[in-house]
């Protein structure tokens, strides 16, 4: 069994960066961050595959995001920069049982509760 933990959202003006941390407990393979804002469906943001040689974004946070992980801390991160309002979401962290990253929801195997990001405008 793997528990994740997040932390690190908070309130930030447009602009502005935060860095998110998952924090594991048991085993991880390949990663991701995905979120979901108020009244949507929960969305793909980023992955990582388990050696950190491989990463995948979606395309409104190619170029602004950037997903690594410290196997030794057995931590993922999720380094967010030029934040705009849309970003604002609760973010999960999420964890799957194989090596490689994957788009989609339903390849992860644990999910983490989540930390609320706020971007103001």
């Known amino acids: ?3 994740l933990v997040e932390s690190g959202g908070g309130l930030v003006q447009a602009g502005g960066s935060l860095r998110l941390s998952c924090a ?5 393979y390949a990663m991701g961050w995905f979120r979901q804002a108020p009244g949507k ?12 040689g491989s990463t995948y ?3 409104s946070v190619k170029g602004r995001f950037t997903i690594s992980r410290d196997n030794a801390k057995n931590t993922m991160y999720l380094q967010m920069n ?7 979401a609760v973010y999960y962290c999420a964890s799957r049982k194989l090596y490689s990253g994957t788009y989609y929801e339903y390849d992860y195997d644990y999910w983490g509760q989540g930390t609320q990001v706020t971007v103001s405008s």
């Open 1 to 3: 069994q793997v528990q």
């Open 24 to 28: 594991a407990s048991g085993r991880t």
């Open 41 to 52: 469906e929960r969305e793909f943001v980023a992955a990582i595959s388990w050696s950190g």
């Open 57 to 59: 974004y979606a395309g």
């Open 82 to 88: 030029s934040l705009k309002p849309e970003d604002t």
